[in-house]
């Protein structure tokens, strides 16, 4: 069964820096795109970030220049480092895979909350 763990989340002050991880878990064969999104109180999840297997990126365009995405391939592992953090980036962050265990298939990750409070 795949499962994918999320961490990194937490409190921070206007101006700060987070870098979230996501790993995933079980009979994984291929993973194909990995991505980050995130859903603020009373408003619909929406993407942040997205990165295929070849590495190439994709931005909201309210974070591109203030956050990046990365994988590692050996470690079934998406980054997101967050950098300039504003209030308005205040959500649940959640890591999304498109990967191939039993079949091709969509995962998501438990969430990880970001606060961005003085």
């Known amino acids: 069964q795949v499962q994918l763990v999320e961490s990194g989340g937490g409190l921070v002050q206007p101006g700060g820096s987070l870098r979230l991880s996501c790993a995933a878990s079980g009979n994984i064969f291929s993973i194909y795109a990995m991505g980050w999104y995130r859903q603020a109180p009373g408003k619909q999840r929406e993407l942040v970030a997205t990165i295929t297997s070849g590495g190439s990126t994709n931005y909201a365009d309210s974070v591109k220049g203030r956050f990046t995405i990365s994988r590692d391939n050996a470690k079934k592992t998406v980054y997101l480092q967050l950098s300039s953090l504003k209030p308005e980036d205040t959500a649940v962050y959640y890591c999304?895979?498109?990967?191939?265990?039993?079949?091709?298939?969509?995962?998501w990750g438990q969430g990880t909350q970001v606060t961005v409070s003085s």
């Open positions: 999304n895979f498109d990967l191939y265990s039993r079949g091709r298939s969509i995962y």
